[in-house]
């Protein structure tokens, strides 16, 4: 646009021309622009879908330069609910409202503090981009700083495709990294404003009650009908009954997931499935972390998909649509499918329960659960093995105590066993979308439901445990802040701290350790 003749120019075009210029000197674009030839070289881009990234880029960079401009005339700290009402005038969504101001509170632009559950106060710090610190880092510093999810996000958002994400860890390429930050903006891990999700999933403040277990449509406990799924479920097997459902309907084409490793007992590994045979195959819960969402940009000309995921893959998914980074594109996803996660365990942590606690071979365990704070390992012959949840949790990733979310409230359905009676499901219904899908398998004799109020436990426990997960976090914050070290910025606490500044002669931003 700057190389358009003035004198052609629209007048809403010019009134917005300095909000463009603020927005093309954002550290993201810069760097973009500057590494064109490198990201041309890796190949992992097409020339449309540069352009496309910069397009995505420049548009939320506008977005925030408005908010940005509007908050300046603004004297001292504001509540968020009411620069809802006045910062109406722009034109933005109040949802993109509430993530752009927080987004601007995390690059150092706006000042946030918590005022109370499910609100925030804002006042304005600098609009000169000099005067902050760039915080769009390489994940390595997620990574070094033991609160990465393992979800695969960042593989799939890198544009010269130098990350790689396997068994909970980040592997990058230092030599073809442009440090651009697409990686940490896409980040669960990263900065991740739990007021911002809460707005994308509802449009507005969650309740009180809300704040348990997130926003609950309708809850049930069911079961399949499927002879064919029955017998490999990890319980009630919904998520798969949920899955050849859309496939029968036909409005999905492929769904992501987590499969079997071919060679590895209890590895396993990101699947696309195609159809209902490939949904049976995969069929049951595998407790080592699966880094699924690198397969995004695998299925990017599919028409429609769904995702089945842990709550940090849902939190990555919400996280993608309210901060773009253009490289990813989630147009085609119809259904996310959440699951309930207390934790999850490396491969290694896994065999290491099984032959060391159990002693039993990893190759020789048919079936893990679990239940009622016990983890069970059923072995192909013998009596099931137990161990309490206390013991096993030390086994368990480091970076998962850095996770609220117990029962991925960000999806559009949460499904787990914690509520209902054996071999049954507790369904969340948490959107219109996950209604639609889940009243449609029910009337296609694919699903069997009570009302979760007719079962025990019932809602009350996972809530109760829902609840717990996020006080668990909130002493895993404290001990981290109090070690001055790097945890998620979920609850309005201070963001990680910036990378160093960059050393005299320096053509990159560091990475942040």
Same mark, same amino acid.
């Given at each position: ?77 504001? *509540? ?53 610190? *760039? ?23 890198? *544009? ?130 699966? *880094? ?222």
């Amino acid at each position: 646009m700057a190389s358009q003749p003035v004198d052609d120019m629209r007048a809403d075009q010019l009134s917005k021309l300095p909000l463009l210029v603020h927005a093309s000197r954002s550290f993201r674009i810069r760097c973009l622009i500057d590494a064109q030839a490198d990201i041309e070289k890796a190949g992992a881009l097409t020339r449309e879908e540069y352009n496309g990234v910069l397009k995505v880029l420049l548009k939320e960079e506008t977005r925030k330069a408005l908010l940005l401009r509007e908050m300046e005339r603004v004297q001292g700290e504001v *509540p968020m609910d009411k620069l809802l009402g006045s910062l109406e005038s722009t034109g933005i969504p109040r949802k993109e409202i509430v993530s752009g101001l927080f987004q601007l509170a995390v690059e150092g632009f706006l000042s946030c503090r918590l005022d109370a559950p499910g609100s925030a106060v804002f006042s304005f710090v600098t609009s000169d981009s000099n005067k902050v610190e *760039p915080v769009y880092v390489p994940v390595r510093s997620i990574d070094d700083g033991k609160a990465c999810s393992g979800c695969g996000t960042c593989q799939a958002a890198c *544009p010269v495709d130098c990350i790689r994400v396997d068994d909970g860890k980040v592997a990058i390429d230092l030599d073809k990294c442009i440090r651009c930050g697409l990686c940490y903006t896409a980040c669960p891990r990263a900065f991740l404003p739990k007021l911002a999700l809460d707005w994308a999933i509802k449009n507005a403040v969650f309740t009180p009650e809300e704040l348990k277990a997130g926003n609950i449509v309708e809850a049930w406990s069911a079961r399949t009908t499927r002879d064919d799924i029955r017998p490999a479920a990890q319980d009630g097997g919904i998520t798969s009954s949920l899955l050849v459902q859309a496939f029968q309907a036909g409005v999905i084409q492929a769904a992501i997931g987590a499969g079997r490793h071919a060679d590895i007992p209890w590895k396993p590994e990101p699947v696309i499935m195609k159809s209902i045979p490939d949904v049976v195959k995969a069929a049951g819960t595998k407790y080592v972390n699966t *880094p699924s969402l690198k397969l995004l940009r695998a299925v990017k000309g599919v028409p429609s998909i769904a995702v089945v995921g842990t709550p940090c893959m849902m939190q990555a998914l919400r996280k993608a649509e309210i901060y773009p980074t253009g490289t990813i594109d989630l147009s085609n996803i119809k259904y996310r499918i959440g699951i309930f996660c207390m934790e999850s365990f490396t491969h290694a942590g896994i065999k290491q329960l099984c032959e060391s606690t159990f002693n039993v071979p990893l190759e020789q365990v048919k079936k893990m659960n679990i239940k009622e704070g016990q983890f069970f390992a059923n072995p192909v012959t013998g009596d099931p093995k137990s161990a309490s949840m206390k013991d096993v949790t030390k086994l368990a990733r480091l970076s998962c105590h850095c996770c609220y979310d117990l029962t991925s409230e960000m999806a559009d359905i949460s499904v787990g066993s914690i509520g209902s009676p054996e071999g049954w499901n507790s369904v969340i219904i948490r959107t219109a979308a996950g209604k639609q899908l889940f009243d449609a398998a029910v009337q296609a004799g694919l699903i069997e439901k009570k009302p979760i109020e007719e079962v025990q436990p019932g809602l009350g426990l996972l809530k109760k445990l829902s609840f717990g997960k996020k006080r668990n976090y909130e002493k895993e914050e404290n001990k981290r802040d109090g070690e001055k070290s790097l945890h998620p910025w979920y609850f309005m606490k201070l963001p990680p701290p910036p990378p160093p500044k960059k050393k005299e002669g320096a053509t990159a931003e560091p990475e942040s350790s």
